[in-house]
């Protein structure tokens, strides 16, 4: 395998673009318009505020995918994001050593837009790529107070919402596996080691069973509840629980 030389973050991130768009972080000139950062969004917590970001993504995903109810787009909105955040810094810390502070206060997320132009950085400023840190980033400063904001405001179970975080985490790792074993380096074998070392976390730890590049969570994100949806391939169902006589209702 070859390895890579860790390098500085540049202001672009460009070592992220090959990894793939959800992997790229915008840090390039402000948007014309740009959405309120996500600390703005996270200090609203219970209320239904118009033009917020998680009202706009869960209004659009309910419409989009006709969800029977609101919980079910949160859910899908999170991991999303969760995806997004964890896939950002397992990226920048396989392949640059360090990454960026992802303040609340400097990413912004246009929640009517996907990956890669959803969320924008107003600021590169590196920091280690240990695991306390990137737990410190994504755990305490986004995943903490977006789970308070989605269980006030839709009433969606937090050990739900934290299983939605640890699946998110496996599949970037997963991600950054596959490209690395097309690249031929060993930024797999790192991001499943920093991963392994995240899923130790007292958030994550509970989430569910990490084995090798496999994991298998012990709560379900809703998706089967959408119309033509089934259960993920990390989902605790092993079939679609509405096809179970005295399925639970989820």
Not at 70 to 90: D, E, G, H, M
Not at 134 to 162: F, M
Not at 215 to 231: E, N, Q, T
């Amino acid at each position: 395998m070859v390895l890579l030389p860790l390098v500085d973050l540049d202001p672009d991130l460009a070592a992220l673009r090959p990894l793939g768009g959800f992997f790229v972080l915008r840090t390039a000139g402000a948007p014309a318009d740009p959405p309120p950062p996500l600390a703005q969004t996270y200090a609203h917590r219970g209320e239904d505020v118009y033009e917020d970001s998680v009202t706009l993504r869960v209004r659009m995903i309910t419409e989009r995918l006709q969800a029977p109810e609101l919980r079910v787009s949160a859910s899908i909105a999170q991991q999303a994001l969760a995806a997004r955040l964890w896939s950002i810094t397992l990226g920048c810390a396989v392949r640059y050593g360090s990454v960026p502070d992802l303040d609340p206060l400097l990413l912004h997320w246009d929640a009517a837009a996907s990956a890669p132009d959803d969320l924008w950085l107003a600021e590169v400023r590196p920091r280690p790529a240990d695991a306390a840190t990137v737990a410190d980033i994504v755990v305490r400063g986004h995943l903490e107070p977006l789970t308070a904001v989605l269980h006030a405001r839709y009433g969606v179970a937090e050990g739900l919402l934290w299983g939605n975080a640890g699946s998110a985490l496996a599949g970037a790792a997963r991600e950054v596996d596959r490209w690395a074993r097309g690249a031929g380096t060993d930024a797999g074998v790192r991001a499943h080691a920093l991963a392994a070392e995240l899923f130790t976390h007292p958030r994550l730890a509970p989430t569910g069973t990490l084995t090798g590049t496999a994991f298998r969570r012990r709560s379900c994100c809703l998706y089967y509840r959408v119309p033509g949806g089934g259960v993920c391939g990390d989902c605790c169902f092993m079939r679609d629980p509405r096809s179970s006589p005295g399925a639970a209702s989820g």
